[in-house]
T-cell receptor
């Protein structure tokens, strides 16, 4: 079983500044993936970034980077140069284990509001 | 690539009727699709895993007779909410895994269906 914890229910960030969204996970799987999704008010879930448990380098995808600290079981998302369009809910998820049926377990989410 | 569509986007129905929601992978074949339910300001709750050509696997507490899932082809899974009641009102969202995509385990989500049962 996996558990994902996002301790920040909501955050304000000034436009053009960076913001870090916290995510810690608990899993007994040896191999797993960590994902971040963005959910704007329209409801769609947009895939942002992925980190494999065996990847030694932190994943980056444009303005998104994942600060992966395996020993601490944390996978924080960093959004650089925030834009107004970044205002949304952000969900951290873990999964990808074929033994677990490739299911994803989601955290409770963090709402980000970018201020102009 | 990796586009998932969902139809309808919004449906309002009377109590006691059945509602079918379609989830399609548009540019890839998905052997596995997932159905989630999301309550307002809450996270996604996995309802079931849909595998092409076999019966769906339901999560604990999800009524399989209430939420019928059919994965008839590699690009289509349907969720039918049978005899819907007001407590079934929710946001339903599907996802599909692209086995040939990178990263391989990524789930791509449809835009969701907002169901309101009167």
């Amino acid at each position: 079983a996996q558990k994902i914890t996002q301790t920040q229910p909501g955050m304000f960030v000034q436009e053009k500044e960076a913001v870090t969204l916290d995510c810690t996970y608990d899993t007994s799987d040896q191999s797993y993936g960590l994902f971040w999704y963005k959910q704007p008010s329209s409801g769609e879930m947009i895939f942002l970034i992925y980190q494999g448990s065996y990847d030694e380098q932190n994943a980056t995808e444009g303005r998104y980077s994942l600060n992966f600290q395996k020993a601490r079981k944390s996978a924080n998302l960093v959004i650089s140069a925030s834009q107004l369009g970044d205002s949304a809910m952000y969900f951290c998820a873990a999964g990808g284990s074929k033994a677990a049926g490739n299911k994803l377990t989601f955290g409770g989410g963090t709402r980000v509001l970018v201020k102009p | 690539g990796a586009v998932v569509s969902q139809h309808p986007s919004r449906v309002i129905c009377k109590s006691g009727t059945s509602v079918k929601i379609e989830c399609r992978s548009l540019d890839f074949q998905a052997t596995t699709m997932f159905w989630y339910r999301q309550f307002p300001k809450k996270s996604l709750m996995l309802m079931a895993t849909s595998n092409e050509g076999s019966k769906a696997t339901y999560e604990q507490g999800v009524e399989k007779d209430k939420f019928l899932i059919n994965h008839a082809s590699l690009t289509l899974s349907t969720l039918t909410v049978t005899s819907a009641h007001p407590e079934d009102s929710s946001f339903y969202i599907c996802s599909a895994q692209d086995p040939s995509g990178s990263p391989q385990d990524t789930q791509y989500f449809g835009p969701g269906t907002r169901l309101t049962v009167l």
